[in-house]
């Protein structure tokens, strides 16, 4: 059965919609799984046609974020594992990185800190694994002298 789900999800992205369906439970308000045509998988709470609350966003391209959603968006507090490896555990809004986070990448490098609009701003340690650290005020991305 959810090959066909799966099949039908294929031919309706080739016919223009974002939205394939619910896939099981209570996809309107409640808890179930949503899956896009282009293969992004939602499990957990939905208000109002729209991941809200608790739950996994697992992505095509082998992402996958677990935590807080608002209106359909990442949103609060959240865990994200992106494709190159790297990890983010802190705020979100607006679907970026917003707030006070900490993200971790595969060379050892680690920024703690603030996050504005998914970039480095505020106060914030980035460390590097040879013992490097760079800390102090981040403006979009950049420490300030």
Known sequence: ??????????????????????????????????EWADGTRYTGSIRNKAPDGEGVMLYPDGGEYRGEMKAGERSGRGEMKFPDGKTYSGEWAFNLMNGKGTMVWLDGRKYEGEWMDGMHHGQGRLSYSDGRVKEGAWEDGDLLD
């Open 1 to 34: 059965m959810k090959k066909i789900i799966v099949g039908i999800c294929i031919v309706l992205g080739l016919a223009g919609p974002a939205f394939c369906g619910c896939i099981e439970g209570n996809c309107v308000n409640g808890h179930g799984t949503y």
